[in-house]
Each structure stands twice: as C-alpha cells, then as structure tokens.
C-alpha cells in the first residue's frame, strides 16, 4: 500500500500521513520518548475515551478501589509480623483468598497470590517440571498467550520436547489431537481456558478429563475466562489455574494461582515462608485485598457478563458487518467469551486503523496487548489459518462492565469510516 503524501519514499519516517502501510519506526520513536514527555504530550481524561479493550486491562472497580484502600493508607503493616496490628492485614489476606476461592468454586487453601498471570503460568510450569523431573514432554497449544508459549520455547531450547496442538479455522481444539499427544513422559498439559485474541472457549472439562485419564498433571490459563464464565474447579480435576486481577477489575501487579490441594508442588520463588511456603516474598496486601473484592464482584455481576454484556457486543458485531463489506468475525463458529469480538476486514492494516482509531479516542487492538509494536501477524490467527493479509486485518474489541449503549453508538458511527478511509488508500480495494 502506497502512501499518498506528496514526498514520500522509500524512508517509513518521512511520512507525515496517516498511512495504510505500518510506521514501525515512527510508532517505536514514539515510544522511546521519555515516559514525562509523552506524558505532557498527550494526557486525555477517561471520560473523553470509548475503552474498548477490557482484555488487555480493566478498569478498577469502584468498589475494589474502596476495599484496597485502607491497606495503602492505614494498615501498611507486615502480614509476617507478630502484632496485632499485623493480624489485621494478615486477616484481610485470607478474607480474600475466600472471596477468590468462591468466584473459582475450591478450597481457600488452594489459592496461592502471586503478581501477575505470567506468574502464575509460570510458576505452573516449574510445579510440574521439578515434580516430575524424569518426565520431558510438554503438550500445549498453537494459541496460547506468550506467558505460555515463551516458557514452553525456552524449554524446548532446554531439551524438552513440546507438542503444539493446532486448531480449526474457527479456533476450535481436537480433544482426540490432545489425547494423541500425551505420551508416557509428559510433564504437563496447559490449554488456555479462554482465547485472548478471539474469545474462543475450549472445552476445559473434557481435556482435564483426558489428563486424568492419562495420570498427567493439567494447568489452564484462565486469566481471560475468569469473571466471565462460571468456573467450578470442585467439579474438574486439574492440578493448577491462573488468574490475573487487572483482568477483572483489580489492580495490576496482582495474581493468584489455584493449585489442587491433592498435587505435588514446588514453589518458584524461593525465600521466606510466605503464602504457606508455597510463594516467597512479602504479600502485596492491598492489592491482594483488592482482587479479592474484584473475584466478589465478579461473582454477584456473573450473570450481567452473560447477558448485557454479550447484547452489546453482539449488537456491535451486527452493525459492523451490515456497514463494512467484507468484513468478518474470526471464531465466529466456536462458543466464545461473551465480551470479545475479533474481526477481520479485507484490505487494511491494523495498525493504520489503531492510529486513525485512536485519534477519535477509541481504544482497542489488533490483538494481545503483550505484541503491540510487533509487526509480525498474530500467531492466533495465523493458526486459525488467517494468511499474513487477513491476520493483518484484523482488530479485536472487548467489551466490560462499564461500557454502555452510548459506546457502542459511537463505535458504530466511527470503526465503518476509518476502515473506509483506509480501503480507499488501498491501491488494490475493489471499487
């Protein structure tokens, strides 16, 4: 795709214009600005923005914000201590480690705080490799955020042998492909329980089913599917979960991971004898405080992610595709999260509708926001059998509790001419 500014060239930084064509080096000087300048550079109020991407963060609750607070301002003690001004915090700890135990459905015990989803995940991974050390073999997926696919490479650059289960142009998993793939010596098996990018669910139960059968221990990320679909791990049999509070209207810099009081485990982080040995380093009490308000919540709106939610994104995904001509919803034939829509659209770059979106204040993504720079086509898609173009074509809204009617509105009245606006820059768009 050309650009039409009258002195382009072959050098991306000398285009001014907003171009189909992707500007890595101009996006990246962008973002080597000092964090201070960028900041007095371009400061928009919440209130001027349409959010729409709940899967990259939240925004915090109101109600979490109030719960964490008091262990910011008043309550700053060490959990570990002695005192009776630490049992206070240390109290407000295992309150929230219930109130995450009930949006999960399992044991308080069970539930290990940790920073973040990545964490997590990774702490999983480690369980199961120093637990089972004569066992080498790793199954997992094609479509798994980086805070899986990163660790499952590295081992395989450490000798392990990984098998990457593929899936259908839908995103859907063959459970006989994943039964297939287990083999005597496997360690683990990790499959998302919610796609990042698509939404697609996959059938967590039955592969945790197949894990059992086969006597392997099973982890899934979960950082996407929770607070927004029942999950009942008293019913399943799996050994780990992860969980991600900024996921789920908390803060960032807070986690959990489920770990099956009946598995083996060996922790991570190595030092003091926090989190039941199971997790080094001084709890983090006001955030954890605040994801377990936010798993509360979560809990009692459970219902509205369901309902109110799903009519919004479906109500959006109906006038885009009435509006844009070939345009299309990648996972549209497989069950998916009721917040998420990714769709495709003929004849533009993603990142080029970003820039231009983003000038209307719109937020949202052309897919993880772990991979916002990359120029490479998202790896879910191109699994899902998308070629570089269309992947390259795609953006993903996600949708969350605080938006409304008026969101969609305007996101209806907005997303329908940028892409017309960037089709007709296209030298190859059919007239």
């Not at 002695?82 to 015990?109: S, T």
């Not at 120093?130 to 479509?143: F, L, N, S």
Request: glycine share 6%; hydrophobic share 40%.
């Amino acid at each position: 795709m050309k650009c039409r500014e009258d002195n382009a060239n072959d050098d991306e930084t000398s285009c001014r214009g907003v171009c189909a064509k992707p500007q890595k080096r101009r996006y990246n000087a962008w973002h080597r600005l000092a964090p201070k300048i960028r900041y007095k550079l371009f400061m928009i109020a919440s209130d001027k923005i349409t959010y729409l991407d709940n899967n990259a963060t939240t925004a915090i609750d109101p109600a979490v914000l109030e719960a964490s607070r008091p262990f910011l301002e008043k309550y700053f003690a060490n959990p570990s201590s002695g005192y009776r001004f630490a049992a206070q915090v240390r109290d407000a700890i295992e309150q929230a480690r219930e109130q995450v135990a009930a949006l999960l459905a399992c044991e308080p015990g069970e539930i290990v705080f940790t920073s973040c989803g990545t964490e997590s995940n990774n702490t999983a991974f480690h369980s199961a490799l120093e637990t089972r050390p004569e066992c080498k073999h790793i199954v997992t997926t094609a479509v798994e955020h980086s805070a899986v696919r990163k660790p499952a490479q590295e081992l395989e650059r450490h000798g392990y042998e990984v098998t990457v289960i593929g899936v259908d142009k839908s995103g859907r998993l063959s459970l006989r492909a994943i039964a297939d793939a287990i083999q005597p010596d496997t360690a683990l098996v990790s499959v998302m329980w919610a796609n990042n990018e698509t939404g697609v669910i996959f059938p967590i139960e039955e592969i945790a089913e197949i894990a059992r059968d086969k006597n392997v221990p099973f982890h899934t990320d979960a950082v996407q599917a929770a607070g927004k679909i029942p999950i009942k791990l008293r019913e399943l049999h799996l050994q780990f979960l992860s969980i991600s509070g900024h996921k789920l209207h908390a803060p960032k810099g807070v986690g959990a991971l489920y770990v099956n009081r009946r598995s083996r485990f060996h922790p991570f982080l190595l030092g003091g004898s926090h989190e039941n040995n199971r997790r080094a380093g001084t709890e983090n009490a006001a955030s954890i405080v605040a994801l377990g308000k936010a798993a509360e919540v979560a809990l009692l709106k459970l219902s509205e992610e369901q309902t109110r939610v799903r009519n919004l994104r479906d109500r959006f995904e109906k006038a885009l595709l009435e509006k844009i001509p070939n345009a299309r919803v990648n996972g549209a034939g497989a069950p998916r999260l009721a917040n998420t829509s990714s769709i495709m659209f003929d004849e533009i770059e993603s990142e080029a509708a970003l820039m231009m979106l983003d000038q209307e204040n719109i937020c949202c993504s052309a897919g993880s926001a772990c991979r916002t720079g990359s120029l490479q086509a998202s790896h879910v898609l191109s699994a899902m059998g998308l070629v570089n173009e269309q992947a390259r074509g795609s953006l993903r809204f996600s949708f969350g509790r605080f938006n409304d009617e008026k969101d969609i509105d305007r996101a209806i009245e907005i997303v329908p001419r940028v892409i017309g606006k960037l089709r007709a820059l296209s030298p190859t768009v059919v007239r």
